[in-house]
């Protein structure tokens, strides 16, 4: 199972003024260092440090089951997170894991909202549903994307 951050390529893009899913420039604020997941390095955002607030669809295309939400990045470039254990972005008690099939849509059955403890055997299980493609890890209190977990 591997964890996994926005594709570097598009970070950049938006870090260089690409428009959002909305097809707004991103906002550049400053970090006040009260949790700002960067959903690239997967890090938190330090206080003081430049940051972008943007639309982001993790989806490929427009369709119905293709939410947009905000997000939060470092403005300046940063190295690509992801991997194998859990990211230092996950700090809350709880997050909504939901999967996705081949076809980008929601597999009914698989959404919850699980304990970050458990976050690793409940995604296992989600992604031994061969119905399931992906993962989709989300906030808890917000419904905003964290990450995207893989096989």
């Not at 996994?4 to 420039?25: E, F, H, L, M, Y």
């Not at 980008?104 to 976050?119: H, P």
């Not at 055997?121 to 419904?143: C, F, G, I, K, W």
Request: glycine share 10%.
């Amino acid at each position: 199972m591997n964890f996994s951050p926005i594709p570097t390529d598009q970070v950049r893009a938006w870090q260089a003024g690409a428009p959002d899913a909305n097809g707004q420039k991103p906002e550049r604020h400053i970090s006040d260092g009260g949790g700002n997941p960067c959903r690239h390095c997967l890090k938190m955002i330090p206080k003081g440090a430049p940051m972008l607030i943007l639309a982001h669809r993790p989806f490929p295309a427009p369709q119905p089951y293709a939410e947009i939400g905000p997000i939060f990045l470092c403005a300046d470039p940063c190295e690509a997170g992801g991997g194998t254990d859990l990211p230092a972005i996950l700090q809350s008690p709880t997050y909504i894991l939901r999967g996705y099939g081949a076809d980008d849509r929601i597999v009914y059955g698989t959404g919850a909202v699980v304990a970050t403890e458990s976050l690793a055997h409940e995604a296992a299980a989600r992604l031994a549903d061969p119905r399931v493609a992906y993962l989709h890890l989300r906030s808890a209190r917000n419904n905003c994307f964290q990450l995207r977990i893989d096989r």
